[in-house]
């Protein structure tokens, strides 16, 4: 075996092993571009035109002004977001109870038009790095409780989402 189909199959097994939940629809690429122009134009209250951004859902306010079909795609893609989890942040010390929770929802829009969403969802979590967890439920009774939070952007047809660079999952022991 040549020394470029070795390198070329460890980065095959490399890149296979890697999970990704994000998803590339139709017209992924211009959303991504527009998700960017967004998020750049609404660093500051108010957004700088043509954008603009709403809050169509707050599970913590029991607000929602979204239709019961958007809410349960958004949550089904939020529920996909956090399968990563076991590859990335669970794979250190923190244990999470697997029940996906849509927290709250911003649609964004250019002029008049629904670009998308920008999504957070969470978990109830435990910080195990100072506690004694063996893996039973029993355990985490002395451990610090708290929620991983991780933020993602859903196009307006659901068929593009991606995790938000600036919110890649992290634990806090705040908003349970």
Not at 37 to 49: G, L, V
Request: aromatic share 14%; hydrophobic share 35%.
């Amino acid at each position: 075996m040549s020394l470029k189909i070795a390198v070329l199959a460890l980065f095959g097994i490399s890149a296979a092993s890697i999970s990704f939940a994000d998803q590339m629809g139709p017209n992924g690429d211009k959303f991504y571009e527009e998700a960017a122009h967004y998020e750049n134009a609404c660093k500051e209250e108010p957004c700088k035109a043509p954008y603009t951004e709403q809050v169509v859902y707050n599970q913590k306010n029991k607000f929602n002004k979204l239709s019961v079909e958007t809410k349960e795609v958004l949550k089904k893609i939020a529920v996909e977001q956090a399968q990563v989890w076991g590859d990335t942040i669970l794979e250190g010390d923190y244990h999470a109870t697997g029940r996906t929770r849509l927290d709250s929802v911003l649609a964004f829009y250019k002029g008049n038009e629904l670009v998308g969403y920008k999504i957070q969802y969470s978990e109830k979590a435990w910080y195990t790095g100072d506690c004694d967890f063996n893996g039973s439920r029993e355990s985490l009774k002395g451990c610090k409780e708290g929620r991983i939070v991780e933020g993602s952007y859903v196009s307006s047809d659901a068929q593009t989402y991606f995790s938000d660079e600036e919110r890649y999952a992290e634990f806090s022991f705040v908003g349970n």
